[in-house]
């Protein structure tokens, strides 16, 4: 049960904010962000665990909803170093494999 | 300190044939895994090792595919009789996470280019 990631694309000015949603059909335990440069290897963003925790640092914060099993990727003041294709992955249980979704490619404009 | 390196950086061979993919994790980290991602898609999980010994290796396609890590360090990923679609980049990850939640913090290397003609 592979998350739906929307939108599936993005484009915008430098300093805008951009919000990514993470959707699962079911019960998750975690959900993972990660954000990937075309041509280069997925880079470690965060991870969110049951709880609603919202994490974050500078400008990049998530939200994890297990009541709707969402989770939502909050861009503030966008920079150009934030263009990439950004993933989210789902656990449903502690301990089983990550899905990833297909991907939601962001583009920066100066 | 040097991240992960996986090698050859591309690969490319003819249906039938027997490739291997090696990765070479972050000194210390005791996690390896290894995904596979196909074109417009998010990786696939393949294989999780927590040291010597495969801890999950649920995702791995058939048994065309196999992945070692005989000393807990470097890991090899073998496929044989390769497939037309076989073809993709192949990810291999490290954590320095032992034991609580494996899925911490993974450091992704640059990944093979597979291309089965």
């Known amino acids: 049960q592979q998350p739906v990631q929307s939108p599936q694309a993005v484009i915008l000015r430098e300093g805008e904010d951009a919000v990514i949603n993470c959707s699962s059909s079911?019960?998750?335990?975690?959900v993972h962000w990660y954000r990937q440069k075309h041509g280069e290897a997925p880079v470690f963003l965060m991870i969110?665990?049951?709880?609603?925790e919202q994490k974050g640092h500078e400008k990049i914060s998530a939200s994890f909803n297990e009541k709707k099993q969402q989770s939502s990727l909050y861009l503030t003041a966008s920079q150009l170093s934030y263009s990439g294709t950004y993933f989210c992955?789902?656990?449903?249980?502690?301990?089983?494999?990550?899905?990833f979704g297909k991907g939601t490619r962001l583009h920066i404009l100066p | 300190g040097a991240g992960v390196s996986q090698t050859p950086s591309n690969k490319v061979t003819e249906k039938g044939k027997y490739v291997e993919l090696r990765c070479d994790p972050i000194s210390g980290h005791t996690a390896l895994y290894w995904y596979r991602q196909s074109l417009g898609q998010g990786p696939e999980f393949l294989i999780y090792f927590q040291g010597t010994g495969a801890a999950d290796d649920s995702g791995l396609p058939n048994d065309r595919f196999f992945a070692v890590r005989p000393e807990g360090s470097v890991s090899t990923l073998k496929i044989q009789r390769t497939e037309r679609g076989d073809s993709a980049v192949y990810l291999c990850a490290s954590s320095p996470k032992v034991g609580g939640d494996k899925w911490e913090t993974q450091y992704f290397g640059p990944g093979t280019r597979l291309l089965v003609l």
């Open positions: 992955g789902t656990e449903p249980n502690r301990d089983d494999k990550i899905i």
């Open positions: 079911k019960a998750l335990y975690s």
């Open positions: 969110l665990l049951k709880g609603g």
